[in-house]
């Protein structure tokens, strides 16, 4: 079953995401090099407390910190400790999640540390980003789930490709839907898998966690002993970006943005929903 949200619902959902938003604004700042992603952590927590929200991560299956913290070629789901030491030329994710009166915000993004970053990195992170907008400018009524996973993938394959020779969109991990629960139906895919069929159609108050996770090599990933953190199998360094999408009468609304995708679906040609907030 899928979660459809009253106008009154989705308000408190955007009151989470900008929570979420406040969080990356904050980890963005302090990821420096010689930072821990501990201090990451503490800095996401401070966010939470100061705006009166509950952490949606912390204790999510026993997972131990406010966010997830993966650097260079973890792909997702790295916990928060005192010897991840963030050095110039690294990159890490910052996943991030916030609940506000029982409903929930979950947001993702990819942050350079220092300097010295290769050129196909900015590339990368430019592709994986785009490709959650072309995702998020596919969220309209009448279309179905597939049309979203069309418009990811799509993106991503009409780019040149890297040196590495391809990018690996990551295959065990995707979006999902989102609301009264963090992760909840329907599945969302960065690639179309035929054997899916077209998902469910986009109707208003449907709620999806667009996220794609896209590395310079494969797309295959294993999970490491803590039964957390998860690793491309090449090594090959990946990027996240993520955020949560309210389809309403009047359009998308992303939740997450601080503008609530104005302006990126602007450039689409799409026309963000009114921020109930505003």
């Known amino acids: 079953m899928v979660e459809l949200k009253t106008p009154e619902q989705i308000a408190k ?33 401070k966010v939470l407390a100061d705006h009166g929200a509950k952490p949606n991560f912390l204790g999510y299956g026993g997972f131990p910190g406010n966010i997830c913290t993966s650097v260079n070629d973890v792909v997702v789901h790295g916990i928060p400790d005192s010897e ?28 350079f540390v220092g300097e010295g970053h290769a050129p196909e990195l900015h ?17 309209r009524k009448g279309n179905r789930l597939v049309d979203v996973s069309k418009a990811i993938e799509g993106y991503i394959r009409r780019q040149p490709r890297p ?17 009264s629960q963090m992760h ?24 999806l966690a667009i996220e794609p996770m896209v590395g310079l090599g494969t797309a295959k990933t294993h999970v490491l002993d803590d039964e957390w953190t998860v690793k491309t199998d090449d090594g090959s360094w990946a990027c996240h970006w993520e955020h949560s999408v309210a389809l309403t009468e009047q359009g998308p ?21 009114p921020d109930p907030l505003a």
């Open 13 to 45: 959902m955007r009151a989470a995401g900008l929570v979420v938003a406040a969080m990356h604004a904050a980890c963005r700042e302090a990821a420096v090099p010689g930072a821990t992603t501990r201090e990451l952590d503490e800095v996401a927590a």
């Open 84 to 111: 991840t030491v963030l050095k110039s030329g690294d990159i890490i994710s910052v996943d991030a999640g916030a609940i506000v009166d029982g409903w929930h915000g979950d947001a993702a993004i990819t942050v």
């Open 123 to 139: 590339e990368l992170s430019r592709v994986t980003e785009e490709s959650m907008w072309a995702g998020i400018a596919a969220m």
């Open 163 to 179: 040196a590495s020779g391809r990018y690996g969109i990551i295959e065990d991990y995707g979006g999902h839907g989102i609301g």
């Open 184 to 207: 909840m139906d329907p599945h969302l895919l960065n690639y179309v898998d035929r054997r899916r069929g077209r998902g469910p159609r986009l109707v208003p108050g449907i709620c």
């Open 253 to 273: 609304l992303v939740l997450t943005a601080p503008d609530g995708g104005r302006a990126k679906l602007a450039e689409y040609g799409v026309t963000a929903a």
